[in-house]
């Protein structure tokens, strides 16, 4: 039985990705807000505040988390472009998830996704270095851009999933 927590497994963290997988990447960076947007698309109020899965965020909580997550790695994306082998920041995500913006009408982190997946395609676009490093201080392990693009474009499949799960289950 696959865990209900990882849809689409555990989150890869590759040193290095083929030209072909920085390519798939990509896209899926490129792809994500409007998956999003299609996921919560005509969920009611209530839909929207049901649990992806027992004990777990809710619909909007995930889409708002989603964004909190993301503004994360445009933020370090260019913290590795810009400085030499920075430690980036982590975060309690489980308690940025209970701050009151989480309980913000999805739209307003629909929009910020937009614009910041945007920003951060363009950003990658114009790598030309995907081993420059930087260190996740928690982990005490250091990481290159292409795991940084891994990560994420995996990220926001990942957390798509839970909602088509979530409505799959439900016959919404
Ligand atoms: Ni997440």
Redo the contacts with the bound molecule.
């Keep these: 039985m696959t865990d209900p927590r990882y849809p689409l497994g555990p989150m890869p963290t590759p040193l290095y990705l083929t030209p072909e997988e920085r390519t798939a990447a990509l896209q899926a960076l490129r792809t994500l807000p409007g998956e999003l947007r299609a996921a919560v698309s005509g969920l009611t109020a209530a839909g929207l505040d049901t649990p992806y899965r027992p004990g777990g965020w809710t619909a909007r909580q ?1 889409v708002h ?2 964004a909190d ?1 993301h503004l994360n790695a445009f933020t370090r994306v260019k913290l590795a472009l810009t400085e030499d082998n920075p430690a980036v920041k982590p975060y309690e ?1 489980a308690l940025w998830a209970e701050l009151p913006d989480s309980r913000l009408a999805p739209e307003v982190s629909l929009e910020l996704l937009a614009s910041l997946h945007v920003r951060l395609v363009a950003v990658l676009e114009g790598v030309s270095d995907w081993s420059r490093p930087w260190t996740h201080p928690a982990q005490d392990r250091t990481y290159t851009l292409d795991t940084l693009l891994a990560m994420y474009a995996w ?1 926001g499949q ?2 798509v999933a839970h909602l088509t799960g979530l409505r799959r289950r439900e016959g919404w």
């Design positions: 995930v988390h989603v997550s995500e990220h990942h957390h």
